[in-house]
């Protein structure tokens, strides 16, 4: 069974830093473009940032220069790293992650979100 588990939300100041991980397991070929969305209370979920295989990247307006999007293809992980966190950055984070199986078909994935909270 493929899914995407994420790690690393939590409480932290506005200013302060974290940092957010999520890797796939399972059984699929190829990881494509991964990704992070979030979504705030009585908010539709956004993107934050994804980045392709190859290394291209797109970034929210909100958080270009703040946060940071990687990825280890050997270990299937995605990661971001937020940094100068601001209080309007509370939400829950979602990883997304386009995964090829064995049939070379394409499928997105979503993880299960985890909470970032940043008090002012």
């Known amino acids: 069974q493929v899914q995407l588990v994420e790690s690393g939300g939590g409480l932290v100041q506005a200013g302060g830093s974290l940092r957010l991980s999520c890797a796939a397991s399972?059984?699929?070929?190829?990881?494509?473009?991964m990704g992070w969305y979030r979504q705030a209370p009585g908010k539709q979920r956004e993107l934050v940032a994804h980045?392709?295989?190859?290394?291209?990247?797109n970034y929210a307006d909100s958080v270009k220069g703040r946060f940071t999007i990687s990825r280890d293809n050997a270990r299937d992980t995605v990661y971001l790293q937020m940094n100068s966190l601001k209080p309007e950055d509370t939400a829950v984070y979602y990883c997304?992650?386009?995964?090829?199986?064995?049939?070379?078909?394409?499928?997105?994935?979503w993880g299960q979100g985890t909470q970032v909270t940043v008090s002012s």
């Open positions: 399972g059984k699929f070929f190829r990881v494509g473009t």
């Open positions: 980045l392709t295989r190859s290394g291209s990247t």
């Open positions: 997304n992650a386009d995964l090829m199986d064995y049939e070379l078909r394409d499928r997105g994935y």
